[in-house]
């Protein structure tokens, strides 16, 4: 995509733009923010913060997840654990509500019932406590840093009209 943008976006428009104009336009600019923030990637010393925070970010969320899980005494393994991360990554990479509500507790919950986990209602607590562990701490250090860099709720919204 990156060396051939113009050939994908043609293509895509043709395949699209039938379906639903204005979906195609809102998929290509996002598409097209995507590849342009890829561009950090070609700098190595990013690339090896990246991967670093990365790893330090997964081993931390498997952590918790692993966790909550002995709390709700459920047998999770480490291939288990990331079996259970990748299908938690990857169906949050959906567009999806903010914060991942609902998207992250339907694929924590299918793939904990992959992984051998019989009571749905047992999988739907894991992942409700699981996400409010992972959620709230996120949420709380954002509030403070937009708090510490003098930002204001009103200037955060009004940014994102410009944007949009």
Known sequence: VKYQKEKFFKTFSKVCEPI????????????????????VLEQGKHLMAICLLSGVIGVSL??????????FDIPLTIPGLLFLLSIIFLGTMLPSSPGF?????????????LIGVKDKSLALSYAIVAHLIQYIPESLMGIFFCWRKGFSFRQIQTVRAQIE
Do not use: D
């Open 62 to 71: 498997g952590g918790i997840y692993y966790f909550v899980a002995v709390a």
């Open 101 to 113: 509500i609902g998207t992250f507790h339907y694929f924590c919950i299918q793939g904990l019932l």
């Open 20 to 39: 639903s104009p204005k979906m195609s336009h809102w998929v290509q600019k996002s598409a097209n923010s995507f590849i342009e923030g890829l561009k």
